[in-house]
């Protein structure tokens, strides 16, 4: 399909999502009941990820700045710089682009394939039936709940990324503690807090809304659910990561 015809019908789509949901109590349930599935249920996967990324991006980057000193022997190189280089890479990208990434394919996939479901299953044609704003119905509260719960696991992955490139300078004595905390102070900014706070919110809005605009415009059976999960995961990374520069390059 054409990706103007596309980017029409999405943004045709938005227009439905934030109309005032007609079931308040409904709506709150709702909203919890993602906000459970996307929170508590992604957080081992972030935790995982996030301590093993910063412990290897740690050791990683302790190797190369070594190596590539030349004059400096590997005792007497300030690996503070190291430090310096895993809180900034991190904050700016580590937790926010690589943790959504990884959420795209567990939340957008998700998503994506139970809205399918639902249309194809004529679920939604019921909704419109009985008079409700069926779009609405079924995409604000996941949106809503991604906006909420997203940006808290992106501030979890970024503290757990530090905390494990902490871990691996201690256990692999590439480096000592002080060394590694005064890289990580000395290289804080605070614009660096806000950048990931701007990508935390957009990609949170990205992974849920693209995920709900694939799987409401789901047709056939079973195996295209399937395939308006993946379609939405490969959508979602690519926006991702124009976004991704775009936020860079305003902000920075």
């Given amino acids: 399909m054409n990706i103007f015809s596309e980017v029409g019908r999405y943004i045709l789509f938005m227009r439905y999502v934030f109309k005032r949901p007609e079931r308040g109590r409904v709506f709150w349930n709702m909203l919890v009941r993602e906000m459970n599935l996307m929170g508590v249920d992604s957080l081992v996967v972030v935790i995982l990820i996030a301590t093993i990324t910063g412990a290897v991006t740690t050791v990683q980057t302790a190797s190369q700045l070594a190596s590539d000193s030349g004059i400096l022997p590997p005792s007497l190189f300030p690996m503070a710089i190291v430090g310096s280089v895993v809180g900034s890479s991190s904050v700016l990208e580590l937790a926010p682009t690589i943790t959504c990434l990884v959420l795209a394919g567990k939340i957008g996939a998700n998503i994506a394939s139970e809205i399918g479901n639902m249309k194809v299953s004529e679920q939604i044609d019921a909704y419109e039936v009985m008079g409700i704003n069926s779009i609405g119905f079924v995409s604000f509260p996941k949106i809503l709940a991604g906006i909420i719960v997203i940006p808290c696991l992106i501030i979890i992955s970024n503290f757990l990324l530090i905390f494990g490139g902490l871990i691996a300078a201690k256990l692999t004595g590439i480096m000592t503690m002080d060394e590694y905390v005064t890289g990580l102070r000395s290289s804080f900014v605070p614009l660096y ?38 379609k939405a995961v490969t959508k979602i990374c690519v926006t991702i990561l124009l976004f991704d520069l775009i936020i860079a390059k305003l902000l920075l």
């Fill in 193 to 230: 807090a806000k950048v990931l706070m701007v990508k935390s919110v957009v990609f949170s809005f990205i992974i849920t809304s693209l995920s709900c605009f694939q799987g409401y415009f789901t047709t056939g059976g079973a195996l295209e659910v399937g395939e308006a999960g993946t």
